[in-house]
Nanobody, 122 residues
Framework: QVQLVESGGGLVHAGGSLRLSCIAS????????MGWFRRAPGKERDFVAS????????YYAGSVKGRFTISRDNAKNTVSLQMNSLKPEDTAVYYC???????????????WGQGTQVTVSS
């Protein structure tokens, strides 16, 4: 049973930084993709970033490219999202996701975490 548990959300002023972490358990993730998504109030869930667990290739949404960095720690089974230069429009619930497809942006994400709130004040 794959489990994903996010942490690291909180309240930060515009221009600040936060680091989200996702601990993955239940299997080995070699050959999988891990991703971060977010859902702002009243909006649909949007893709933020993804990483291929084995090779470390990364992919970002245009709105966060250059500000956010996704990474993984194989030894700790953890995927992180470093968020810098945060803007009020980054306010959302952030979700970790996993897919057994090792592509930059899988068509289907099979496992989801419970989400962590990020609030950026102006």
């Amino acid at each position: 049973q794959v489990q994903l548990v996010e942490s690291g959300g909180g309240l930060v002023h515009a221009g600040g930084s936060l680091r989200l972490s996702c601990i993955a358990s239940g299997r080995t993730f070699s050959g999988w993709s891990m991703g971060w998504f977010r859902r702002a109030p009243g909006k649909e869930r949007d893709f933020v970033a993804s990483i291929i667990w084995s090779g470390g290739n990364t992919y970002y949404a245009g709105s966060v490219k250059g500000r956010f960095t996704i990474s993984r720690d194989n030894a700790k089974n953890t995927v992180s999202l470093q968020m810098n230069s945060l803007k009020p429009e980054d306010t959302a619930v952030y979700y970790c996701a996993a897919s057994p497809m090792a592509t930059q942006r899988p068509p289907q994400w099979d496992y989801w975490g419970q989400g962590t709130q990020v609030t950026v004040s102006s």
